[in-house]
């Protein structure tokens, strides 16, 4: 099994940064996909980015080239660095991992979440 914790949440004004940890532990050499996921209130959960674990990563179109996704695999640690940030950013950001992709449905791996606020 994969255990994630998470880091970095917190209240921000529009325009502001943040930056999101995501540590991993227990069975990780299966780990190949981790990413984040978010979700504000009344909506589905939706894919933020995702980098497998030689670095290729994706975007959703709502963040792309304001959030950039890296991954430390020595400390076994994804981050995500949050720039420009709006308030329709605002929502629980869950850490992800998976043997395959977090793309697809079920991930052997979900973190507890961390809430991010963006301000207007």
């Known amino acids: 099994q994969v255990q994630l914790v998470e880091s970095g949440g917190g209240l921000v004004q529009a325009g502001g940064s943040l930056r999101l940890s995501c540590a991993a532990s227990g069975s990780i050499f299966s780990i190949m996909s981790m990413g984040w996921y978010r979700q504000a209130p009344g909506k589905q959960r939706e894919l933020v980015a995702d980098?497998?674990?030689?670095?290729?990563?994706n975007y959703a179109n709502s963040v792309k080239g304001r959030f950039t996704i890296s991954r430390d695999n020595a400390k076994n640690t994804v981050y995500l660095q949050m720039n420009s940030l709006k308030p329709e950013d605002t929502a629980v950001y869950y850490c992800?991992?998976?043997?395959?992709?977090?793309?697809?449905?079920?991930?052997?791996?979900w973190g507890q979440g961390t809430q991010v606020t963006v301000s207007s």
């Open positions: 980098i497998s674990r030689s670095s290729i990563t």
């Open positions: 992800a991992a998976d043997r395959f992709s977090i793309a697809t449905m079920p991930l052997d791996a």
